[in-house]
């Protein structure tokens, strides 16, 4: 599908947003915290380029990774969970003081959202971190006045991959399949898109676990949200 059908000045009604990676550059903000966290417990910082890679499947998952040191953590032991538990704890925590100090929004992504608020478009941020984390980092941007709706990791039972949370931003806004599009940054995104029956775009700048998204499916892709005007 051309990027000329998905969006033209009649389409799409609903557009929903992934958050970290693409429309906000979050990193810095998560390794931070994600730093201080494996210093409080005695470990070595991560550092930045390897929490980019470990970004997407929301702040559990994050976490697992920084224990393990790698992408693709094993599943925890019993004897795990409380270390787990103390970690996520510590990390919510300076997240919590930190979120929103060093992230920045992309380039494109104001004018792209400008210009389907002014068509008519509803907006919602449908996202895989933290609902606690979400309004406060769309202030601190001031993204907040351009979505209607923002659902965060844990505001549903699911989380993407799992197509609910967009069927769930879909409904609320008045959309359907047909009018519907998913724009994100990773396979989570991606797969949420298809299994809800929606086109996606996906930004080639994300995170998307250091792999490229030219693999994913998606319906389009394209370096900036600026190409989507």
């Known amino acids: 599908m051309s990027l000329k059908g998905l969006f033209n000045a009649r389409w799409p009604g609903v557009a929903l947003f992934d958050l970290d990676g693409t429309l906000v550059d979050s990193a810095p903000d998560l390794a931070a915290a ?65 979120n929103g ?40 941007l001031d993204l907040d006045h351009w979505f209607d709706l923002s659902i965060g990791g ?24 047909g009018t519907t599009v998913m724009v994100g940054d990773s396979a989570a995104d991606v797969n949420a898109a298809i299994a809800a029956g929606v086109p996606c775009v996906a930004v080639r700048y994300g995170y998307n676990f250091g792999g490229s998204v030219e693999t994913l499916g998606a319906d389009a892709i394209v370096d900036s949200l600026a190409e989507l005007l």
């Open 34 to 98: 994600v730093d201080q966290m494996l210093e409080h417990l005695g470990r070595t910082p991560a550092g930045i380029d390897k929490v980019r890679d470990w970004v997407g499947n929301g702040a559990a998952v994050l976490v697992r990774r920084a224990l393990a040191g790698k992408t693709d953590w094993e599943p925890a032991q019993p004897k795990d969970d409380a270390l787990f538990k103390d970690a996520l704890a510590i990390f919510f925590h300076h997240y919590g003081r930190i």
């Open 154 to 177: 844990d505001t549903l039972p699911v989380k993407k991959p799992d197509p609910g949370p967009l069927l769930h931003a879909m409904e609320q806004l008045g959309g359907t399949r």
């Open 101 to 140: 100090q060093h992230s920045r929004v992309y380039p494109g992504v104001e004018a792209c959202l400008a210009h389907l608020k002014n068509s008519g478009c509803r907006l919602a941020v449908v996202t895989n971190k933290p609902e606690q984390f979400v309004a406060p980092l769309l202030k601190q």
